[in-house]
């Protein structure tokens, strides 16, 4: 079983805000005139700042007044330029260490938090002040309080949210794991206060409103902090506390966390695709599998996208470590989102999930998957010309919905990925598995030559490729039950190797597809009939080298957008484009 890396820059992932100003983490208002700041009043606010003690009512008025001046309804990047041309960063940055003022830490912080939240040079800036220190010690300290810790975990979540650089910085300072090392201790509390109130079930609800939004703000920031871009594998270890503590928080019933710690552990898992040491030594809630199943049901696609994100990365594990983050509830109720009215988005990653979970295991396929005629069904509905119809008669396609050639990508992805499903059943499934199959899909043969009928100028590589890799296969391995001439005297009869003539010919730069399709055509041009020949005997006859039992099946894939996972990991599925 091989994985592949697929490139998909216009990723939801992209779109996630990676900074956010904090202007109502304490939920203050400032209404009247006496609590607006104007820029005139700076250099005074300064002078207090510089003169005063720590310990002193004015330092600390100082310094809440300058963070007023940034979270005040008027407030922009320009009053960050007119905080840091004031000169004060460095006495920020002492006072942001200073244990015994925990108030002054905290509006400190928060200082950091909304100038992290600017321009790249604002947050540079910081940088250079060495702010990310300051934070780091803060998180660390046994004497911070966990307000002020929270505080500082924001503002570092949007260093991380500044650059892919910036975040393997915080990596090589295990800013990361301080982070989660918070939430967990966070959270056992919550969890203990839970029982108090005699709450012993199997998700818990947060009743402390101020320790809600400490465990909110810091699954948020080790999402955002989660991001790649770089060369994440060389750091695995340094994500192993924060995986443990994203599969506690997403337990709590509060859909924020949900969404905040799906997001976070897609992230991890594809931080750490193919980093083996990492698969070894993870822990995790031992609810976490059977949470994730559940929370499909949960209404929204704010929640549903994230934890199917997850599950492509969790399918995408080898079986060893994959199924432990199974539950035997997941296949049935991923087939809510297979049908054809689901949203295209929520679709096309639920069919990715399915498609790697058929790269599983035999025993699992058979037992999980083909046992669910609905998921079969699902399946060939999709294995057609998205938003057309198939006219015998004539042998082509006409338009039947402009609603879904509107987004005829997105739709072909899907195609694609049936059709992934059904050649990973093939490569999976034993002789019941295939007898399964067919007997619930029998006129699979005819829906992929229907397929191949389309346009062939049109019809997009991938499909087209899988497409003959499933014809391939079911040659191979179909005939050993049924013979081939129930379908192969009909593909014959319909004009297939006329057909692949024609793709050949629109596709003569695609070596993979050109690959298949003359592979295809031995197969059909030489097919007898009944085929109980052994696979490498029949490789012989055809003139082939070695069988090829898997023809690009039996894989798992995950996607990469500009900003996920390892950077070599991009730099292989950027390589994989093609035109």
């Known amino acids: 079983m091989t994985t592949e890396d697929e490139f998909d820059p216009e990723d939801i992932l992209f779109e996630i805000n990676r900074k ?33 003690q720590p310990n002193e009512r004015e330092c600390f008025q100082s310094v ?81 309080i966990i307000n002020v810790k929270t505080q500082a975990a924001w503002a570092l979540s949007n260093f991380a949210g500044e650059s892919p650089q910036l975040r393997q910085l915080l990596i090589q300072n295990d800013v990361l794991g301080a982070v989660a090392q918070v939430l967990l201790d966070v959270t056992h509390k919550a969890k203990d206060d839970s029982r108090e109130y005699g709450c012993y079930g199997d998700t818990t609800t947060v009743f402390d409103e101020e320790m809600l939004t400490d465990i909110k703000a810091l699954t948020w920031a080790i999402s955002n902090m989660s991001r790649g ?40 898992l594809h ?89 599983c295991n035999e025993d699992f396929v058979e037992k999980s998957m083909l046992i669910e005629s609905r998921l079969i069904h699902h399946v060939r509905d999709h294995i057609c010309v998205p938003g057309h119809m198939y006219i015998a008669t004539t042998g082509e396609w006409t338009m039947t919905s402009k609603r879904k050639t509107a987004t ?36 699979l043969p005819r829906s992929l030559l229907k397929l191949i009928h389309f346009d062939r100028y049109a019809l997009p590589t991938q499909v087209a490729t899988k ?51 003359h592979e295809l055509k031995a197969l059909v041009s030489s097919s007898t009939g009944s085929t109980s020949t052994s696979d490498v005997g029949m490789a012989a006859a055809f003139g082939l080298n070695v069988p090829r039992k898997n023809t690009s099946a039996s894989k798992r894939r995950v996607l990469h957008g500009f900003e996920d996972g390892d950077v070599r990991l991009i730099e292989n599925a950027v390589g994989k484009l093609s035109i």
């Open 467 to 517: 497409t003959m890799d499933a014809m391939i296969q079911l040659v191979e391995k179909v005939g050993k039950h049924y013979g081939n001439d129930w379908f192969v005297d009909s593909w014959k009869a319909l004009g297939i190797e006329r057909t692949i003539d024609q793709i050949l010919e629109a596709n003569p730069t695609q070596k993979n597809l050109m690959d298949s399709c």
């Open 64 to 144: 809440q007044m300058l963070r007023k001046y940034l979270t005040q309804a008027h407030s922009s990047n320009s009053c960050v330029d007119d905080i840091i041309n004031l000169g004060v960063l460095s006495q920020l940055r002492e006072l942001l260490v200073h244990h015994e003022q925990h108030d002054i830490q905290f509006e400190a912080a928060w200082i950091v938090t909304n100038i992290a939240a600017g321009t790249s040079k604002q947050t540079e800036m910081l940088v250079n002040a060495d702010f990310i220190a300051g934070l780091l010690e803060c998180l660390n300290s046994q004497q911070t």
């Open 271 to 359: 931080n750490m695709h193919g980093v083996t040491p990492f698969y070894e030594n993870f822990t995790f809630s031992p609810r976490l599998p059977s949470r994730l199943a559940e929370l499909l049901h949960e209404s929204g696609r704010a929640v549903t996208i994230p934890i199917l994100r997850t599950l492509i990365n969790i399918t995408s594990l080898p079986d060893s470590y994959c199924m432990k983050l199974i539950d035997k509830q997941l296949v049935r109720n991923l087939l809510s989102f297979m049908s054809p009215e689901i949203e295209t988005g929520v679709r096309r990653d639920t069919y990715l999930v399915v498609a790697n979970l058929a790269a």
């Open 408 to 443: 005829m990508p997105e739709e072909w992805k899907i195609t694609t990925d049936a059709l992934w499903i059904i050649c990973n059943f093939l490569t999976a499934c034993g002789d019941d598995g295939i007898v399964t199959l067919l007997d619930q899909f029998p006129d």
């Open 20 to 52: 956010l100003a904090n202007v109502s983490i304490t939920h203050l208002s400032f209404d009247s005139e006496h609590d607006t700041v104007d820029k005139s009043n700076l250099p005074e606010i300064k002078y207090y700042l510089c003169s005063s």
């Open 229 to 268: 871009g770089f060369y994440t594998a060389d750091y695995w270890s340094k994500y192993l506390v924060a995986f443990d503590a994203l599969s506690q928080c997403i337990l709590f019933d509060h859909v924020d966390l949900w969404i905040d710690g799906g997001w976070g552990l897609s992230r991890i």
